[in-house]
Nanobody, 118 residues
Framework: QVQLVESGGGLVQAGGSLRLSCAAS????????MGWFRQAPGKEREFVAA????????YYADSVKGRFTISRDNAKNTVYLQMNDLKPEDTAVYYC???????????WGQGTQVTVSS
């Protein structure tokens, strides 16, 4: 079992920045990768970014490339999502997720709200 707790969400004006954190506990040593997803009201959940625990390869949705940066601190079992130049369309609940192998994610956090005002 892996427990994931997100933090760092809030209200920010367009053009501003936020940094989300996802603290993992439990059986984290065998995790393959961690990802960030988001879900806006009335929309399906969508992929935002992911990072491999081993090697640190990163992946981004086209909509956030150049603005968001995912990173990890292995010693703290924490993954971050630095979000710059935020836009109103970035408003959503952001979820952290973990998986043991390529494919569907196994564990999800409770989500943190990000609201970007215009």
């Amino acid at each position: 079992q892996v427990q994931l707790v997100e933090s760092g969400g809030g209200l920010v004006q367009a053009g501003g920045s936020l940094r989300l954190s996802c603290a993992a506990s439990g059986r984290t040593f065998s995790s393959y990768s961690m990802g960030w997803f988001r879900q806006a009201p009335g929309k399906e959940r969508e992929f935002v970014a992911a990072i491999r625990w081993s090697g640190g390869s990163t992946y981004y949705a086209d909509s956030v490339k150049g603005r968001f940066t995912i990173s990890r601190d292995n010693a703290k079992n924490t993954v971050y999502l630095q979000m710059n130049d935020l836009k109103p369309e970035d408003t959503a609940v952001y979820y952290c997720a973990s998986r043991y192998r390529p494919g569907p994610y196994d564990y999800w956090g409770q989500g943190t709200q990000v609201t970007v005002s215009s």
